[in-house]
């Protein structure tokens, strides 16, 4: 599985953006989809993942993202509305070794390139 990320970008606080994802090898409706994301100094943290087990977000998120697939173009989307400052980080799209979404970063095999997201106050 292959995985390219893109959309990131200098946004405003309260802005949004629109993160995509675009996937090869596997479909993204056929494995746990799910966003990443790491400030500077920080460790990777979990976003948001949609697989078989539904669709789990982060509760500094919730509300504000929304991820969604595409069979037809086999893309996933993050959209970020109302981002903060805190939101600023390099995100990363994953897929799964199943259909499962989880938390866990070690549940998922392949990973995109990422793509930087900075908000500004």
């Known amino acids: 599985v292959q995985l390219q990320a893109s959309g990131g970008g200098l946004v405003q606080a309260g802005g949004c953006l629109r993160l995509s994802c675009a996937a090869s090898g596997r479909t993204v409706s056929s494995v746990a989809m799910g966003w990443f994301r790491q400030a500077p100094g920080k460790e990777r943290e979990f976003v948001v993942a949609?697989?078989?087990?539904?669709?789990i977000y982060a509760d500094s998120v919730k509300g504000r993202f929304t991820i969604s697939r595409d069979i037809t173009t086999n893309t996933v989307y993050l959209q970020m509305n109302s981002l903060k400052p805190a939101d600023t980080a390099t995100y990363y799209c994953?897929?799964?070794?199943?259909?499962?979404?989880?938390?866990?970063?070690?549940?998922?095999?392949?990973w995109g390139q990422g793509t930087l997201v900075t908000v500004s106050s």
């Open positions: 949609v697989g078989l087990s539904g669709t």
């Open positions: 994953a897929a799964g070794l199943s259909d499962w979404g989880t938390t866990s970063l070690s549940d998922y095999r392949y």
